[in-house]
């Protein structure tokens, strides 16, 4: 790689954590690893050499799949944990487990954890790099960065004065709190547009307008970022039924078609198809959804890349 810039840091516990600085060198970096993806030959040998475990205590589909061919493309050795099928079902605590893991010399951790703030605590008593894949409800810095890439292609550059509207679930969103630093750092203006009982009260103090008004909020910003109802998050009622959700919140080709211009459409999966976003809306020409999932993989292989040859 080209790069000589090195990361602030030497974890990616979230984007809050990262300097401007930091967010600009993996979306320029990403944009080299996109390009070695899609050549005929998709590995280059940078992280020969690096051994990474994969240890999820949450499911997920795009983000394990995405990390390992990340890892792989990019010539590492690669071990994964499933928590389900793990001894921390005989009780196992999560420091036992990963320092059992790194003691057959592992070099980097790519964790998601239920717990909010897991991956601090492992920061700070393990010595291997480790890259957040979602903690809970606090952030998920992997999906931020490859959505701000992914923003990025489809506006044709900089996302500095763009307006990017979160839809959705925004109280149980490690995304949104993510997207909202990233896109912040940026440059870009961000707004959040959901159910009052969906948005946090003090969401407004990190500089996020917040409006309940779905149409105003498509007619206002140029890129939608739409996000899933997290019922297994929801342990109350926040709204009556998925109908009435879906009746007031969800974004539609009706909606769509009044507006006088053309908006992108997000979503970072998976997606709860009928309820906070229709199918015609997913499957559109506005969507980029799947160019997002695609992108995933350069991103994470630029941070897995700048965390390894940093010194
Ligand atoms: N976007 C995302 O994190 O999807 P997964 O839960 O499938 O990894």
Redesign the pocket.
């Known amino acids: 790689m080209s790069s000589v810039q090195q990361l602030s840091v030497p974890h990616v516990l979230g984007i809050k954590y990262l300097a401007t600085s930091d967010v600009e060198l993996i979306l320029e970096t990403a944009k080299e690893f996109k390009e070695v993806i899609n050549r005929p030959i998709k590995k280059v040998p940078s992280l020969r050499d690096v051994t990474i475990a994969n240890l999820f205590f949450?499911?997920?589909?795009?983000?394990?799949i995405?990390f390992e061919l990340a890892e792989k493309r990019l010539g590492a050795d690669v071990v994964n944990f499933s928590a389900a099928s793990s001894s921390v079902k005989k009780g196992e605590t999560l420091l036992d487990t990963v320092n059992n893991i790194l003691s057959m010399k592992v070099d980097m951790v790519v964790m998601?954890h239920p717990a909010p703030g897991a991956h601090h605590f492992l920061s700070q008593n393990i010595d291997a790099n480790i890259v957040n894949?979602?903690d809970g409800t606090h952030e998920?810095p992997t999906?931020a960065l490859l959505d701000a890439f992914s923003m990025q292609e489809a506006v044709g550059g900089s996302l500095r004065g763009k307006k990017v509207c979160i839809f959705g679930d925004i109280t149980h969103s490690r995304?949104a709190l993510s997207n909202i630093y990233c896109l912040q750092k940026l440059g870009a203006h961000v707004r959040v547009c959901g159910p009052p009982t969906l948005i946090p009260k003090h969401i407004g103090a990190l500089g996020a307008d917040v409006s309940y008004d779905v149409d105003d909020s498509l007619a206002w910003c140029d890129i939608a970022n739409v996000l899933r109802i997290q019922l297994e998050r929801q342990e109350m009622k926040y709204f009556p039924s998925l109908r009435e959700y879906s009746r007031y919140f969800s974004i539609t080709m009706d909606r769509l078609n009044k507006l006088d211009k053309e908006i992108v459409i997000m979503h970072?999966?998976?997606i709860n198809r009928g309820v906070e976003i229709s199918s015609a809306v997913a499957d559109s020409e506005h969507s980029i959804i799947l160019q997002q999932v695609e992108n995933g993989v350069a991103v994470r292989m630029a941070v897995l890349y700048l965390l390894a040859v940093r010194k």
């Open positions: 949450e499911n997920s589909t795009r983000t394990r995405s998601r894949a979602g998920h999906q995304v970072p999966g998976p």
